[in-house]
Nanobody, 126 residues
Framework: QGQLTESGGGLVQAGDSLRLSCAAS??????????MAWFRQAPGKEREFVAG????????QYGDSVKARFTISRDNTKNMVYLQMNSLKPEDTAVYYC?????????????????WGQGTQVTVSS
């Protein structure tokens, strides 16, 4: 069974940058999911797609609210995916989740993802 572990969250000020990391692992084997993504969920709101990336890294997709500010990348040699967040805004405050799914289609709906991390809190103060 695969496991995803996020890190890198914290408290920052508006305009700052932050990089989230997600490590994919599985006991006794390599776990390198086809599609990896970041979602976020603020209190009282639905889980929202932030960014996704294909295994090759050639196909990426972003939510409208983070385009041109966030960048997703992955390092398959380390089974890691990253989310570089620049020009952070208070409305970016949320718990950020790493997610993974098998297949070749990048999906923006949470229900298509089989694996989820525990989440990491990002708080942006004004």
């Amino acid at each position: 069974q695969g496991q995803l572990t996020e890190s890198g969250g914290g408290l920052v000020q508006a305009g700052d940058s932050l990089r989230l990391s997600c490590a994919a692992s599985a006991p006794g084997r390599t776990f390198s999911p086809d599609i990896m993504a970041w979602f976020r969920q603020a209190p009282g709101k639905e889980r929202e797609f932030v960014a996704g990336i294909s295994w090759s890294g050639l196909n990426t997709q972003y939510g409208d609210s983070v385009k041109a500010r966030f960048t997703i990348s992955r390092d398959n040699t380390k089974n890691m995916v990253y989310l570089q967040m620049n020009s952070l805004k208070p409305e970016d405050t949320a718990v950020y989740y790493c997610a993974a799914r098998a297949g070749t289609i990048l999906k923006i709906v949470p229900g298509f993802y089989e694996f989820w991390g525990q989440g990491t809190q990002v708080t942006v103060s004004s």
